[in-house]
């Protein structure tokens, strides 16, 4: 079983930047798989970024690429996506979840952290 939980979501402007990380406990996170992925009101929860904590192999989004960038830690056990040139169209709930691959699946998640971005 893994735990997760999101921190560091909140109100910016356009152009900004934020930091997510997402802490896991639990069993071992250097097993899984680690993504992000956002859920904006009205609609479908949707795949930002992953990383492979084997080999820090990573896939994103094609709206987030050059924006976004994700990694992690190995020694503190957390994945971090830090995000710049924030658009009003990146606010949504960010999810952390942890998984088999790249693509998943994804059995664990955490609750998620409201990103807010004002135009």
């Known amino acids: 079983q893994v735990q997760l939980v999101e921190s560091g979501g909140g109100l910016v402007q356009a152009g900004g930047s934020l930091r997510l990380s997402c802490a896991a406990s639990?069993?071992?996170?250097?097993?899984?798989?680690m993504g992000w992925f956002r859920q904006a009101p009205g609609k479908e929860r949707e795949f930002v970024a992953a990383?492979?904590?084997?080999?820090?192999?990573?896939k994103y989004q094609d709206s987030v690429k050059g924006r976004f960038t994700i990694s992690r830690d190995n020694a503190k056990n957390t994945g971090y996506l830090q995000m710049n040139s924030l658009k009003p169209e990146d606010t949504a709930v960010y999810y952390c979840?942890?998984?088999?691959?790249?693509?998943?699946?994804?059995?664990?998640w955490g609750q998620g952290t409201q990103v807010t971005v004002s135009s």
């Open positions: 990383i492979r904590w084997s080999d820090s192999n990573t």
């Open positions: 639990g069993r071992t996170f250097s097993s899984y798989a």
């Open positions: 979840a942890a998984g088999g691959g790249l693509v998943g699946p994804y059995p664990y």
